[in-house]
């Protein structure tokens, strides 16, 4: 059963189980008109914390994070931590390298299910939908950025988010109200009609 046993073969189940159900037949696109895909890692993944994991690696290319950092950041125990990790690193999910007396772990970009679990951490968080939303009735829009525990692939419930462009103000605060709505998360927005001053803020991620 491999190095950890029955548990970490059921995170691979799961892990792959996610990801089948996402990636589907075009026959099979109608069935899933029911599901919420919003919450999809949610319903499939049954651990809070390897759901914690998971969107904290994959909602930002390069993140690299240690045993008593992901702990202390998260809130989790290092006990915790620990399982989830070694679920994840004998999922093919994470990588693990020793720096010094670290051991530091990071996405494995040669798993084939890499660029769907990015997707589906997008989606799960609203990335997707605030994006499409705002193209589509917010006016001339050049820059989408996502700050605070977001763009650090914390799930704190309130996203906060920096447009640069033309925005119409009227209308704005009714499509914020739209979108939060659909993505179940609260939206903090600031509206910048010249480009952003990363010294501003201490972690950004760019979605436009």
Aim: glycine fraction near 8%.
């Amino acid at each position: 059963m491999g190095p950890f046993g029955k548990d970490a073969f059921l995170c691979v189940q799961d892990i792959y189980s996610l990801v089948a159900r996402h990636t589907v037949s075009e026959d099979a696109k109608p069935f899933l008109n029911h599901l919420n895909q919003n919450h999809i890692l949610s319903d499939l993944i049954t651990s809070k914390t390897r759901l914690r994991l998971l969107l904290k690696f994959f909602s930002r290319p390069g993140v690299r994070g240690h045993l008593r950092g992901l702990a202390d950041e998260l809130g989790e125990s290092t006990n915790s931590i620990r399982l989830e990790l070694n679920k994840l690193e004998v999922a093919g999910l994470l990588k693990k390298e020793t720096e010094g007396q670290k051991k530091v772990y990071s996405v494995d970009e040669r798993n084939t299910f890499h660029l769907e679990l990015v997707n589906l951490v997008s989606k799960f968080l609203g990335f997707d939908q605030i994006i499409n939303d705002l193209l589509a009735k917010a006016g001339e829009i050049k820059e989408v950025y996502i700050t605070g525990d977001y763009a650090r692939g914390i799930d704190g419930g309130l996203i906060e988010v920096v447009v640069v462009g033309n925005i119409q103000p009227i209308e704005i605060a009714q499509i914020v109200n739209n979108i939060e709505t659909k993505i179940g998360r609260k939206i903090n927005l600031v509206i910048l009609d010249s480009e952003l001053n990363e010294s501003n803020y201490d972690c950004i991620l760019q979605l436009l």
